[in-house]
Structure formats: structure tokens, C-alpha cells
């Protein structure tokens, strides 16, 4: 029995997800991902306790499903990768565990996986697979900067041409993801708030608002005084709020982050001299900040690489394909072996 899938699991946040990677063909044989954003969204933001106990149900109920479309998937298993940090804990968990005791009970590998380190890696997954599936295809991209943008993370990486990761900024505050679903909390959107806040963009006037544009020094972010700004007219309407301040108020804060972002894309660009950007996170979604990004790039002749909009939120697939590559760096892993992550660029514990 040819063992070539590797499987991948999420479910460090509020989405519960698994993948199946075929190894000689850089496909994705099996994806599901299965949110729980209907769960939290009454809460405005994830709920620790419901998130673990959803994990568990939904987690067995893909494994089902998978069985049922793969009979035999267990016999084709070279290793089993996870995300084990970070995230909510007792999420983690659930994904962990399973990844583990599945591992141990095939007699395969377990890899641990970065869950941040896991969206960077993702502009290299296509629709249903991936073509640059070794580490010499990635040298060819270096020195590269990734930024990964997401609910919980906003992280600056750079990985030299011998394939060393170093973060390079981060930011001194909320992540850029929190932001935007906090705006949105505070206009009374809904969660997750991204989503909400561009599709509003496109009918609002961003001049009829003014907002101050937070610009710490360097490459770092800070948005703490931006969402205080926003807070601050918001308190001076009268409530319900009106449609037309709403629109306005998510058009003025989309521009915000887009002026910022392309700023910081620019110092980070003249500072580290990169080959090549990756954009990444659960945030790279948005369109308009990734044609900012991307046109950035282009001005300044570096090679962009975007993440396609469904691998950009949290997803299985992204956790299998770094396992992949996690692999390939080190395939004498032993099931023994098997341990939190050693050793994170994004957490230095
Ligand atoms: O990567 P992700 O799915 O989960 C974490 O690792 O945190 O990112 C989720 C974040 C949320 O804050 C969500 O509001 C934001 O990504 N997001 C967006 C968009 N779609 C999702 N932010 C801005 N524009 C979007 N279109
Ligand atoms: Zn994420």
C-alpha cells in the first residue's frame, strides 16, 4: 500500500477543518472546512467554550464524511500534521489530540504545525493544490518578506536565501483582523467584521469622514488610536446609527488601512530589499488591500504573491501543505519524537 497522503487539521479558532494532501501529485484529494461562525456571531466574537465543544462535533462529522468519499484514507498515511499553536487552547486541543492519537495509532509522524507560520506559507497553495512543493522551488523566491494579517496576528517575516525566518515587525497593539471586527462591533455590523466593513466600503464616501492614520516608525503597526478614533464618533451620533454614517465610517476606515498597509509595504520594500512579497491572513481576503499590496509591489519591480480568497481564512489545506514541506525538511521525524513546536519564529517559547 503506497503511503502518499499526509493529513492536515485546524481547529485553533472557529472554524473546523480537514485536508487530505497527495504528496506525488501536490493535490488536495479531500477539503472540508465547516465554520462555526453562526455559533458566535450573537456573541460578536468566538466564544471559547462553545468553539471546543462545536470542534469536537464537527471534526467527527468530517472524518465521517471523508470516509465515506475516501473509504480507505487511513491506509495511504505518511504523517499527520495539526496546528498546536496558537490559538484558543481548548481548540487546540481537539485538533491536537486527534492529530496525535491518529498518528500514534497509524505508527506515522506527527507534525506539530505554527498555525501563523502555516498562512505564510499559503500564497504557494492554488485552487486545489500546489505547485511549488519543495523547499528549492521556495529558495528561488528568496530573500523574501511575507506579511500575514489575521484575527489574532499581524507579523512581518523575512526568510533568507538559506531559508531562515526572522520577524521583522509586528504590531504594538490590536491585530489588523481585530480591528476590523471591532469597527464593525462598534457600528453595530456583525461578526466577522472584515468582510462586512469592505463590502460597506464600496457604498460609503471615505472623505466624509476624517480619520487619523496611526504611523509608528519602521514596519511595525499600531491601531489602537485608529479604533479609539472610530469609537469617538461613533459615541457622537445619535442611535440607531444611520446607514449613510455606517458606509462612510467603513469606507473612511478601509482607506485608512489600505494608506497604512501601502506605506508599510513601501518602507519594508526599501529597508529588506525582498525578491518577493507573500500576503497572507485571514485579512488578505480583502480585495482592495490586496491590489494595494500588489500594486506596491509591482512600483518597486518585487514579485507578489497573494493567497486565493479560499485559502486566505483559516483552512486544513494550509496546515497539510506546510506539514508537507515541514516533512520534507526532516522525514527521520519519529512518532516519538512527537511534541509541541520546538521552536517558532512567531513565539520564541
Ligand atoms: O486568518 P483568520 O481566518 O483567523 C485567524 O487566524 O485569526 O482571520 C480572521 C480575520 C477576522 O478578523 C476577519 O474579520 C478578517 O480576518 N477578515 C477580513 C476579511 N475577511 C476576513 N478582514 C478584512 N477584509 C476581509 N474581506
Ligand atoms: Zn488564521
Not at 189 to 206: D, F, Q, R, T, W
Not at 312 to 321: K, L, Q, R, T, V
Amino acid at each position: 500500500m503506497k503511503r502518499n497522503l499526509g493529513l492536515g487539521i485546524e481547529t485553533s479558532c472557529d472554524e473546523s477543518s480537514l485536508a487530505l494532501f497527495n504528496i506525488d501529485t501536490g493535490i488536495f484529494v479531500y477539503e472540508k472546512t465547516l465554520t462555526q461562525i453562526q455559533a458566535h456571531a450573537k456573541y460578536g466574537g468566538v466564544v471559547p467554550n462553545i468553539a471546543s465543544k462545536l470542534h469536537l462535533s464537527l471534526v467527527s462529522q468530517i472524518l465521517d464524511e471523508m470516509r465515506l468519499e475516501i473509504p480507505d484514507w487511513t491506509s495511504h498515511i505518511q504523517w499527520v500534521a495539526a496546528t498546536t499553536r496558537p490559538g484558543l487552547i481548548t481548540s487546540l486541543l481537539v485538533g491536537g489530540v486527534l492529530g496525535r492519537s491518529l498518528a500514534a495509532f497509524l505508527q506515522v509522524p506527527f507534525i506539530p504545525i505554527d498555525h501563523c507560520e502555516a498562512h505564510m506559507y499559503s500564497p504557494l497553495i492554488q485552487e486545489g493544490g500546489a505547485t511549488q512543493i519543495d523547499w528549492e522551488d521556495i529558495k528561488k523566491e528568496t530573500p523574501l518578506v511575507a506579511l500575514i494579517v489575521s484575527g489574532g496576528h499581524s507579523y512581518w517575516i523575512k526568510l533568507s536565501e538559506d531559508l531562515e525566518a526572522k520577524c521583522i515587525g509586528t504590531t504594538r497593539d490590536d491585530a489588523v483582523g481585530e480591528c476590523y471586527d471591532k469597527v464593525a462591533r462598534m457600528l453595530g455590523l456583525g461578526y466577522p467584521g472584515g468582510p462586512i466593513v469592505e463590502k460597506l466600503s464600496l457604498e460609503g464616501n471615505a472623505q466624509a469622514i476624517s480619520l487619523p492614520l496611526p504611523m509608528p516608525q519602521g514596519i511595525d503597526f499600531s491601531l489602537s488610536g485608529l479604533k479609539t478614533a472610530v469609537k469617538r464618533q461613533v459615541d457622537q451620533q445619535t442611535t440607531p446609527l444611520s446607514k449613510t454614517f455606517q458606509t462612510n465610517m467603513c469606507a473612511a476606515f478601509q482607506k485608512c488601512i489600505e494608506d497604512l498597509i501601502a506605506k508599510k509595504t513601501e518602507t519594508c520594500i526599501q529597508e529588506h530589499r525582498p525578491k518577493s512579497l507573500w500576503f497572507s491572513g485571514g485579512v488578505s481576503a480583502n480585495q482592495r488591500l490586496c491590489r494595494t499590496v500588489a500594486s506596491v509591489c509591482t512600483r518597486n519591480q518585487v514579485v507578489f504573491k497573494g493567497v486565493p480568497r479560499k485559502y486566505a481564512g483559516d483552512n486544513a489545506s494550509m496546515i497539510a501543505y506546510l506539514g508537507h514541506l515541514k516533512y520534507k525538511l526532516n522525514p527521520e521525524i519519529k512518532p516519538q519524537d512527537v511534541g509541541i513546536v520546538p521552536y517558532s519564529v512567531f513565539s520564541k517559547s
